[in-house]
């Protein structure tokens, strides 16, 4: 009896010292994979913290190369002297011309009176009839520097036997009656306007370009 008893004792001892011996092994296992893991992911995360780092050096230098160039272009942009004199010391509501950077040309709002002339123009290989309007009175100014446009080779505008100045009209701003009371007007039923002189091209003009713009009827 006493040798069952003993032989029982031993295979429970046995037992568990088996138990126990899993039990370590799968914690060991459990710290190995574990802690490999860990330096595994660990390591991941520097590498990825140091591509980012790289990243935004990368974003900063673009930046101040950004600002830099656009330093640069603002010390480049050139300065506008332009300069603007009132004609004759005079601005109202009927006439209001500036002469730009002193030359021999207004620009601004005037009256012109005359009528209607269409005339047939020329330029680079282009003929085209244009509207044209015949001036008899209005801006002495405007008048001046039309006619001494002719004078000096401008061929955009002419003028008559009369010497006076026969210029291209500009109609698109205007209503379609205004537009029909201007091509009605002749020698005999002249009409008055308020125009808008703006600065004339040099070389290269199309034909029938057209630097003064009606407004309105007068």
Not at 1 to 10: C, F, G, L, V, W
Not at 108 to 119: D, H, N, Q, T
Not at 149 to 164: A, P, R, Y
Not at 188 to 207: D, F, H, K, R, T
């Amino acid at each position: 009896m006493e040798k069952q008893t003993t032989s029982q004792s031993i295979k429970q001892a046995q037992s568990l010292k088996t138990a126990w011996a899993i039990v370590v092994c799968a914690i060991v296992t459990a710290l190995t994979v574990g802690g490999g893991i860990y330096f595994w992911q660990n390591s991941k995360l520097k590498t990825s913290e140091q591509k980012l780092q790289k990243r935004i050096v990368l974003l900063q230098n673009k930046l101040t190369q950004i600002q830099n160039e656009n330093n640069i272009s603002k010390t480049k942009t050139p300065v506008n002297n332009t300069t603007y004199n009132l004609t004759n010391n005079l601005c109202t509501i009927n006439e209001c011309l500036f002469n730009r950077d002193n030359s021999n040309y207004p620009l601004g709002i005037a009256i012109i009176k005359g009528y209607y002339s269409p005339v047939e123009r020329s330029a680079w290989g282009e003929t085209k009839k244009c509207d044209s309007f015949t001036i008899t009175g209005g801006s002495k100014e405007l008048i001046r520097a039309m006619v001494n446009l002719v004078d000096i080779g401008n061929t955009v505008h002419s003028k008559n036997e009369l010497n006076q100045p026969v210029i291209n009209l500009g109609l698109g701003l205007i209503s379609q009656s205004e537009k029909q009371s201007i091509l009605d007007s002749t020698v005999n039923n002249q009409i008055e306007l308020i125009v808008l002189s703006e600065s004339p091209l040099g070389m290269g003009a199309p034909a029938c370009f057209q630097d003064v713009i009606v407004l309105r009827k007068k």
